[in-house]
């Protein structure tokens, strides 16, 4: 599955983006999906991720509370609402899938078989 992620930019801090990435390729709704993000000089690090069927999301403690990860399965398209950002959420943000065949919870980059290019958040102060 090819994935192709859009939607970064430039915004003030308390301020939303909301982050897209079509899949192409498979069927999308046989994968997981998962937002990660890479800030510079830092390890790239999980995000948000949501299951097969968006019946689980899961998130991390930084981000929890602000941000949603849902998707569109006929649509191939996954997305990663950002409400409330400050400063600390600039990053490359990066959408994953993985192959899998039950619901699983994957916070685990290794996991993920299929990566986007990247689209850059920058929140300024």
Do not use: H
Not at 16 to 31: D, I, K, Q
Not at 70 to 96: H, I, K, W
Not at 100 to 111: F, Q
């Amino acid at each position: 599955v090819q994935l192709q992620a859009s939607g970064g930019g430039l915004v003030q801090a308390r301020g939303s983006l909301r982050l897209s990435c079509a899949a192409s390729g498979r069927a999308f709704s046989n994968y997981a999906m998962g937002w990660f993000r890479q800030a510079p000089g830092k390890e790239r690090e999980f995000v948000a991720t949501i299951t097969r069927t968006a019946g689980i999301t899961y998130y991390a403690d930084s981000v929890k509370g602000r941000f949603i990860i849902s998707r569109d399965n006929a649509g191939n398209t996954g997305y990663l609402q950002m409400n409330n950002l400050t400063p600390e959420d600039t990053a490359v943000y990066y959408c994953a899938a993985a192959f899998v065949r039950i619901s699983e919870i994957l916070t685990t980059a290794s996991r993920y078989d299929y990566w986007g290019q990247g689209t850059q958040v920058t929140v300024s102060s």
